[in-house]
């Protein structure tokens, strides 16, 4: 079975640079979520996304922004990159009124700054 | 607001033998989720079990079951006959009313170490 996509899988950058983070969601999955996992923390929300508007927002950084396309899968911009901001950035995506136990995970993107 | 708790940070348990992680939840919402994930060294974030607060049964999922107390705000991870790849980080998270579309709050996790 198809599932959740993120690219790329490494990044490196340095302070102060850009970085772009891509998801691709399972088909037939209409919101997407991304949240940011620290070295030893739990993952924290970042922002949601159903149908291309954002639905939720969590302690995301203004630094950061975020959208989803027509086609569904979304992109987290991520600028003036901090030391702070290393981290796992996991998408996951769901089906809103579908199975409650339906939110997978994609891979991560490790993200690292020098 | 929402909280999980996660209160042993590591745990060991010898190969074949099960084991319990514990979870508790703090939520005055009626309507709520709960969901356990593995995520290996490799880092990828694994479902393993989902208990929504109506059911009326424990879930189980192959050597995964759930340990639903509802009145005690626990939903306790068992995992039976433990098999060396069960070794990773479980996460414990609860999804608030809203149905599916909802985002997850996690716990900090428990470190499972199986021994051989």
């Known amino acids: 079975a198809a599932g959740v996509i993120q690219s790329p899988r490494h990044l490196i950058k340095e302070k102060r640079e850009t970085a772009t983070l891509k998801c691709y969601p399972i088909?037939?999955?209409?919101?997407v979520y991304w949240y940011q996992q620290g070295p030893g923390q739990d993952p924290q929300f970042l922002i949601s996304f159903y149908e291309k508007m954002q639905s939720d927002k969590g302690s995301i950084p203004d630094r950061f922004s975020a959208q989803q396309f027509s086609d569904y899968h979304s992109e987290l911009n991520m600028s003036s990159l901090e030391l702070g901001d290393s981290a796992l950035y996991f998408c996951?995506?769901?089906?809103?009124?579908?199975?409650?136990?339906?939110?997978?995970f994609g891979p991560g993107t490790r993200l690292t700054v020098t | 607001a929402q909280k999980i708790t996660q209160t042993q940070p590591g745990m060991f348990v010898q190969e074949k033998e099960a084991v319990t992680l514990d979870c508790t939840y703090d939520t005055s919402d009626p309507s709520y989720g709960l969901f356990w994930y593995k995520q290996p060294s490799s880092g990828e974030m694994i479902f393993l079990i989902y208990?929504?607060?109506?059911?009326?049964q424990n879930a189980t999922e192959g050597r995964y079951s759930l340990n639903f107390q509802k009145a005690r705000k626990s939903a306790n991870l068992v995992i039976s006959a433990s098999q060396l790849g069960d070794s990773a980080m479980y996460f414990c998270a609860m999804r608030p009313p809203g149905g599916s579309a909802r985002q997850l709050t996690f716990g900090s996790g428990t470190q499972l170490t199986v021994l051989p």
């Open positions: 996951a995506s769901t089906l809103r009124g579908g199975e409650p136990y339906e939110q997978y």
């Open positions: 208990q929504g607060s109506y059911d009326q």
């Open positions: 088909p037939r999955h209409d919101t």
